[in-house]
């Protein structure tokens, strides 16, 4: 029973270009939400983050839409770069427990040159 | 500063067997996390330890155990080996401010089981 669903395997962008990738989660039990990168043959790493009091936030060329209603996040990369080219995981906290991560199964992003 | 290390990188192992794979964390985080990819999936999580006690536990089989030492490194094992254990096992680390605080993980490379 997937909690935290990522329904595109995989997306490919020019560079310069927006990457949208998306994410939708059932258990409505979870508050906060990350985006994490993951490269061959390294663990995954922290992208950026969103609570659940908020509908966006924005580092740099990331951002991450929050639509409680919808049950629905995204993850937006504005401009790409080849270098953004990775497996994306969206993963959920739920309330009362602040370390457990609840995966998706990823997206692997490809920004073409 | 080092980041997450894990031991060993790659491990090749038959059905039956028993295997402990290896985790130190960064300094000075005390909360250790023990995570499952299956080739295609997201992590999964196993086990958190915090202060060498265990804090959580997601729905893995009792072949699954681990524990902290002193020094805040962690030890995985995994009894009775079965194929569908094969998988990446990631290791995260984090500081926590307060136990209500959502620190960031960082994570290790990951310790790549195969199971023949």
């Known amino acids: 029973d997937q909690q935290v669903k990522q329904n595109s395997p995989s997306l490919s962008v020019q560079e310069g270009r927006i990457s949208i990738l998306n994410c939708d989660y059932t258990?409505?039990?979870?508050?906060?939400f990350l985006w994490y990168k993951k490269y061959p043959a390294e663990g995954p790493t922290f992208l950026i983050s969103?609570?659940?009091?908020?509908d966006k936030n924005e580092d740099g060329r990331f951002t991450v839409f929050l639509n409680k209603s919808a049950k629905h996040l995204s993850l937006h990369i504005v401009p790409s770069q080849p270098g953004d080219s990775a497996v994306y995981f969206c993963?959920?906290?739920?309330?009362?427990?602040?370390?457990?991560?609840?995966f998706g199964k990823g997206t692997l992003l490809t920004v073409n040159p | 500063d080092a980041g997450v290390t894990q031991s060993p990188t790659h491990l090749i192992k038959t059905r039956g067997q028993q295997v402990t794979l290896r985790c130190s964390p960064i300094s000075g985080h005390k909360s250790v996390s023990w995570y499952q990819q299956v080739l295609g999936q997201g992590p999964q999580f196993i086990f958190q330890?915090?202060?060498?006690?265990?804090?959580g536990r997601g729905n893995f089989p009792d072949r699954f155990s681990a524990r902290q030492f002193p020094n805040y490194s962690s030890e995985l094992n995994v009894n009775a080996l079965l194929l569908g254990d094969s998988a990446l096992y990631l290791c995260a680390s984090r500081s926590l401010k307060g136990l209500s605080s959502y620190n960031e993980q960082f994570f290790g490379p990951g310790t790549r089981l195969t199971v023949l």
């Open positions: 993963a959920a906290i739920e309330g009362g427990s602040n370390y457990k991560l609840t």
């Open positions: 969103i609570s659940s009091i908020k």
């Open positions: 330890y915090y202060e060498k006690e265990e804090r």
């Open positions: 258990n409505s039990m979870f508050d906060y």
